[in-house]
């Protein structure tokens, strides 16, 4: 950072989704409960909302930034009321056309500003059935993708990169064999997704090319900020989100907030054949019940497996892999040095410990403020005055990782174990 320019730590959630645009997502997460939301009861400064570019977001944006709501900044990004700052995107579907594909996968594709956003909708709506659904699968190919953000002046992040289903590494087995490594200067990051975390990812090789975000997904609003980065900036905008991303010019992730991977959803593999979770060391890719038993490969699992395969795809003739391309390496990396990573802290959102309710979840975000302050600030016994001595003994066991957690598979969240 050069002088005069004074670091701040900045709290992003960069992958938030809209109601009524994301089917599945509830309907009060509009643009406007987003952004209040997360700058009060979540406490962040800057928040990705995925689902920007489809035409009725746009013109919601536009509305904003016309009432004096948002206001674009110089070095991208929108201002909330001075506040938290909006980073718009799109996350998309493609298709990987490959050998040993199993489907397709997500990208994020994030834009520094309106007009950006509003040519990139352009484009899109030629490559989508309905654009003004989330995440429609594209005709175009992922390096189309990359290479269209990278025109606008955007990049682009993997989506939950190992989870089964839409994950860049379950359908390729490697970034390489979906995005060609010349685009990577494009591509600074890859999202852990809620069933990884930064050990389990670091087993790749291939990902030391790469930092890590981890983000929330969110569907709904209190589900904003269950995962978040920690990024150090001279100011809160796009330009230097994706320099603290590239790890570039004194800027930096200075941690991953997010769930214990044990609590996702995909984070061990389930055999649908028997209807249960499968356990044992990792990985587990057969079902011991039978031979021929249909699973969903966890995330534990893939990682494992893919670490042993050499971070290459699974199931694919070596003669495959005549990349002429070397990556790059990671930035300040010598060649074969393992990348410095920021930490990965671990936390239990409250919504997962048991007899924490809606009522005494907003109970204690009255007292506390934010979430974030319940987990990371509240004393054992300040919490006890709100919430009884049970309640939080139990919050403040979760808080410390001093809980019994059964794994996550097959799409059921993993659980705090009481004994
Ligand atoms: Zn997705
Ligand atoms: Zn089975």
Redesign the pocket.
């Known amino acids: 950072m050069s002088r005069g320019e004074q670091p701040q730590v900045v709290y992003a959630d960069l992958?938030i989704h809209l109601g009524g645009i994301k089917m599945a997502a509830a309907r009060d997460l509009t643009v406007e409960n987003i952004l209040a939301e997360s700058a009060g009861r979540k406490g962040l400064g800057m928040v990705g909302i995925i689902d920007a570019a489809a035409p009725p977001a746009l013109a919601r944006l536009r509305e904003l930034a016309r009432a004096g709501e948002l206001e674009e900044l110089p070095g991208g990004g929108l201002r909330y009321r001075d506040r938290l700052t909006l980073i718009p995107g799109s996350?998309v579907?493609v298709w990987h056309p490959g050998p040993g594909s199993t489907g397709p996968f997500?990208l994020?594709v994030y834009l520094p500003g309106l007009r950006e956003l509003e040519e990139f909708a352009r484009w899109q709506a030629t490559q989508v059935k309905n654009p003004c659904l989330s995440?429609q699968r594209h005709r175009a190919s992922a390096a189309e993708v990359v290479a269209v953000a990278a025109e606008l002046g955007g990049f682009v992040i993997p989506?939950?990169a190992f989870?089964p289903y839409?994950g860049i590494l379950a359908a390729a087995g490697s970034v390489a064999a979906a995005i060609p490594p010349e685009l990577w200067a494009h591509v600074p990051a890859v999202e852990l997704g809620l069933s990884a975390d930064t050990e389990m990812a670091d087993r790749l090789p291939e990902l030391q090319a790469f930092a890590y975000v981890a983000n929330s997904?969110a569907h709904s609003l209190p589900r904003i900020a269950r995962e978040y980065n920690a990024l150090a900036v001279a100011a809160p905008t796009f330009r230097e989100l994706h320099l603290a991303l590239r790890e570039a010019e004194g800027r930096a992730i200075l941690a991953h907030y997010g769930l214990d991977p044990r609590l996702g959803k995909y984070h061990r593999s389930y055999c649908l054949t028997c209807d249960r979770p499968l356990e044992g060391p990792p990985p587990q890719d057969a079902c011991p019940r039978g031979p021929g038993h249909r699973l969903v490969l966890g995330v534990l699992d893939r990682i494992h497996l893919l670490a042993a395969a050499g971070g290459e795809p699974l199931g694919t003739p070596a003669t495959h892999q005549e990349s002429p391309v070397t990556p790059p390496p990671a930035p300040h990396q010598a060649p074969g040095a393992r990348r410095r990573r920021p930490p990965y802290v671990h936390q239990i959102p409250l919504a997962f410990v048991p007899g924490v309710g809606r009522r005494t979840l907003d109970r204690l975000l009255e007292a506390f403020g934010s979430e974030m302050a319940v987990l990371h600030r509240a004393t054992r016994e300040e919490l006890a005055e709100v919430v009884g001595p049970v309640l939080a003994e139990r919050i403040d066991a979760a808080r410390r990782g001093a809980v019994a957690i059964a794994s996550g598979a097959g799409g059921i969240y993993g659980r705090l174990v009481l004994d």
């Open positions: 992958h996350e579907e997500h994020l995440t989506a939950h989870t839409k997904d």
